[in-house]
Nanobody, 135 residues
Framework: QVQLVESGGGSVQAGGRLRLSCAAS????????VGWFRQAPGKDREFVAA????????NYADSVKGRFTISRDDAKNTVYLEMNNLKPEDTAVYYC????????????????????????????WGQGTQVTVSI
């Protein structure tokens, strides 16, 4: 079981920046890939960004490419979403989610490097953090 807690949301003006954090506890977090999703009022949840357990695979929605950066610090069991040049259309509740991608064996860690955009690929979800961008 993995528990995820998002933080860092808030209200900013258009053009501003925020850094979201997704702190994990429970299993070996470094074996999990993590994705960020968001849901605006009246809209479906949508993919934002993802990073693999091995860090060599990242994936971004077209709407955030060049503005958002996903990264992870496994020593702190935390994944970050750096959001720059925020736009009003970025307003949403942001969720992080985790998918187990690797297994620790006696001879080392083995797994598949992936950064899926489909929400059904993820097994664990946080409660979300609100981001509001005003004009």
């Amino acid at each position: 079981q993995v528990q995820l807690v998002e933080s860092g949301g808030g209200s900013v003006q258009a053009g501003g920046r925020l850094r979201l954090s997704c702190a994990a506890s429970g299993r070996i977090f470094s074996n999990y890939g993590v994705g960020w999703f968001r849901q605006a009022p009246g809209k479906d949840r949508e993919f934002v960004a993802a990073i693999s357990w091995s860090v060599d695979s990242t994936n971004y929605a077209d709407s955030v490419k060049g503005r958002f950066t996903i990264s992870r610090d496994d020593a702190k069991n935390t994944v970050y979403l750096e959001m720059n040049n925020l736009k009003p259309e970025d307003t949403a509740v942001y969720y992080c989610a985790a998918e187990k991608q690797a297994t620790t064996l006696a001879m080392g860690v083995t797994g598949s490097s992936r950064s899926p955009s489909a929400s059904y690929e993820y097994d664990y979800w946080g409660q979300g953090t609100q981001v509001t961008v005003s004009i």
